[in-house]
């Protein structure tokens, strides 16, 4: 089976972003495509594990290792996809007074501007990873995480609707690793909000 028939990266036209430089989006999309690339890879090797229908025991450790590699690049493949899908030129900054996301922020957080100090500290924490909110699918209610590296923290079952990345490699070609807000604040003046809240259910 040739990695092609697995995951194709996909294309985002965000050239112009508000104090997100080309430069960072360019670097940016490469790495993307690399956790792309990654996943294939993992993948069709694991799928050549299994084609004789077993594991063989002697296979168990390459099988272990490469199968615990899938979360990370496999994350980093969808993380990244819901961040460039969350960003768009000319963004407003922040959403309508009356939105379903502020609607929602405000049951969940008592105000938007609550659950935005929430948001943007977890985004200010030291570490590799991502701030995130989730909804959850249940009960229609918002959370923010921190998660580390691509993987760990991620709520099984829960919805990303709005996703950060804070990996340095995010913003380190137009601020210093200490300006992490300056990003903060350009990455929410591009924010979609559009975007976000068609991920999240109807019922907020
Ligand atoms: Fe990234």
């Not at 790495?31 to 799928?47: C, D, H, P, R, S």
């Not at 960003?87 to 935005?116: C, N």
């Not at 923290?153 to 950060?164: C, D, E, H, R, Y």
């Not at 490699?169 to 601020?175: G, N, Q, R």
Request: aromatic letters at 14%.
């Amino acid at each position: 089976m040739s990695v092609s028939t697995w995951y194709e990266p996909k294309k985002f036209k965000l050239s112009g972003l508000h104090g997100i430089s080309d430069a960072t989006l360019e670097l940016h999309f490469k790495l993307y495509e690399g956790y792309v690339q990654g996943t294939n890879i993992l993948m069709e090797k694991l799928a050549g594990f299994l084609q004789d229908g077993k594991v063989d025991q002697e296979e168990m450790p390459a099988y272990s290792e490469l199968t615990r590699r899938l979360g990370f690049e496999y994350n980093g493949m969808v993380l990244h996809e819901y961040y460039f899908g969350n960003l768009k030129i000319g963004g407003s900054g922040e959403p309508g007074g009356q939105s379903p996301f502020v609607k929602a922020a405000q049951t969940r957080h008592g105000s938007y501007d609550i659950w935005k100090t929430d948001f943007v500290g977890i985004g200010k924490m030291r570490g590799v990873g991502w701030a995130i909110c989730y909804q959850d699918p249940s009960s229609g209610r918002l959370s923010n995480h921190w998660i580390t590296l691509h993987e760990i923290g991620n709520i099984a079952g829960f919805k990303p609707v709005l996703v950060m990345d804070v990996w340095e490699h995010a913003f380190l070609l137009d601020y210093k690793p200490s300006e992490r807000a300056k990003y903060i604040d350009a990455f929410f003046s591009n924010v979609d909000w559009n975007a976000v809240e068609q991920r999240m259910e109807p019922r907020t």
